[in-house]
């Protein structure tokens, strides 16, 4: 089933009947849908849908067996995680990922690796040696940089207000699950990028840090951040996308609008295991 955007959009993502299967197992199936610029898009589904699964191939960490993915109109399917960053695509993941023995603000600037152009240019020799170089004799080019991507490392945590702020020298190992979530997604903005994959940003927060997360994720969408999403709290799912895919057993089973989603008779199905629910059911069923 495809669930392209407005032909007419300026489309960023192109995801056309990708697959990935595993010793047998189909995880995605043949999968098909359109990202456009500035649009927020969730896909939903339950455990073992596919979900992650499907981010790890757009994100690169994982390669399908069939099908074709395009970003801004380039073909990058089997691009390396590195090569994607660089084109401004940016991850997180389910289970939250940062450098416990780095501070926060260390955490959030390894975001900016390839932003750092100027740390990478004019040195006649490469590797070990021009790193040995840049520590002894660091030119003023690479040292204003540096300064400046500090400069935007505080004001990306500076976002997360009194979350973050206050331990912006802490190392991350000693946060709550809860902060280690919002490192590893300031360290993602902090690449500048021009889609945000979040998968499952509110995992472990309570109902007043899920209500801070939806905020920041809706001004970030009103600057015009292209969002895909995974999520299970489905108030936030209708809040903030514009559309959504379900997925289930690595197949699209609904797509459209929110609201259209919720009630739709194979989405409620694919939660509760039949069709004699609602949608109030559905999103107890998402939210648990």
Known sequence: MSTNANPEADILFDVRNVTRRFDGLTAVAGVSFQVARGECVSVIGPNGAGKSTLFNLLAGADMPNEGVIRFDGEDVTGY?????????IARTFQHGRVFGNLSVLDNVLMGAHVRLRSARRGWPVAGAVAELLRALF????VRREEAAMRDAARAVIERFGERL????????HSLSYANRRRVEIARALMLGPRILLLDEPTAG?????????????????REGLTILLIEHKLDLVMTLSDRVLVLDEGRVIAAGAPQEVRRDPAVIEAYLGHRHVGADDIARAVAV
């Open 205 to 221: 927060m309570n109902e007043s840090e899920t209500a801070e997360m939806l905020a920041l994720l809706l001004e970030l969408k």
């Open 138 to 141: 660091q030119p003023p080019s």
């Open 165 to 172: 702020t206050p331990r912006v020298d802490q190392s991350a």
């Open 80 to 88: 390396a995680p590195e090569q994607l960053a660089a084109r401004g």
